[in-house]
């Protein structure tokens, strides 16, 4: 009923920018916090940023000064700008959110949704 749906991923050089998409889709009446996290091989997933639908943010120390994330409420959509990338930045990015939705029986409940995952590489 609801989906996350990640677009912009790929290869970068050290140095250079990518921009991120996490839209979301479904039977929605609200979603609150929004976020990206990442997985490098052999290491836990990790919080890059968040933002609240008021648009507070949060980063991870690694990425603060590199990276914004920012969001649409219109379009339910979450992107996560990223300069300055490094070879380290190179992960599994996940998009999170937080959505309320109309179930089948059309009662509003609240869950925790992961889209699929997009790659990101940072390499010469």
């Known amino acids: 009923q609801v989906q996350l749906v990640e677009s912009g991923g790929g290869l970068v050089q050290p140095g250079g920018s990518l921009r991120l998409s996490c839209a979301a889709s479904?039977?929605?009446?609200?979603?609150?916090?929004m976020g990206w996290y990442r997985q490098a091989p052999g290491k836990q997933r990790e919080l890059v940023a968040v933002i609240t639908s008021g648009g507070s943010t949060n980063y991870g120390d690694s990425v603060k000064g590199r990276f914004t994330i920012s969001r649409d409420n219109a379009k339910n959509t979450v992107y996560l700008q990223m300069n300055s990338l490094k070879p380290e930045d190179t992960a599994v990015y996940y998009c999170n959110a937080d959505i309320r939705f109309y179930s089948r029986s059309y009662t509003l409940r609240n869950d925790d949704y992961w889209g699929q995952g997009t790659q990101v590489t940072v390499s010469s």
């Open positions: 479904g039977s929605i009446f609200s979603i609150n916090g």
